[in-house]
């Protein structure tokens, strides 16, 4: 990059980088107050790792070149990793179906693979 493209765009974003830049700071020193934050994380972290391993078979480059995941056959059966998985319109739609007495039982796996999102997980 040109310096003076960048200085162009620095003196133009001159209110969103002061903004950043504050939030950016007050987020840092919150995180630093929290005891064990980052042992919590690392944890969290492992713990996903492990889940993720059983629910997803691999990634795909997905709509406007996103990476999406793509389920294991066990995944797809399992509600909490289609829940993990899925992005949250299609969720909110699986979990309004779940909870509504009125869907029948049978219909939540037609609901949990019908998928609208090009970034569909049934691949």
Avoid at 1 to 14: C, D, F, G, N, V
Avoid at 20 to 38: D, M, Q
Avoid at 56 to 76: C, D, F, H, I, K
Wanted: net charge negative; charged share 30%; proline share 4%.
């Amino acid at each position: 990059e040109e310096p003076y493209t960048l200085a162009k765009i620095a003196e133009m974003q001159k209110l969103d980088i002061a903004l950043y830049e504050h939030f950016n700071a007050t987020f840092w020193r919150e995180v630093e107050k929290e005891e064990g934050i980052f042992e919590e994380l690392a944890i969290f972290q492992k713990l996903n790792k492990q889940v993720q391993s059983f629910c997803v078979q691999g990634s795909r480059v997905g709509y406007q070149g996103t990476y999406a995941n793509v389920l294991s056959p066990e995944g797809r059966k399992n509600f909490q990793c289609i829940a993990m998985n899925t992005r949250c319109l299609n969720f909110i739609r699986l979990m309004e179906a779940r909870d509504d007495t009125a869907v029948p039982r049978s219909d939540i796996p037609r609901i949990a693979e019908d998928y609208t999102d090009p970034d569909s997980l049934n691949y």
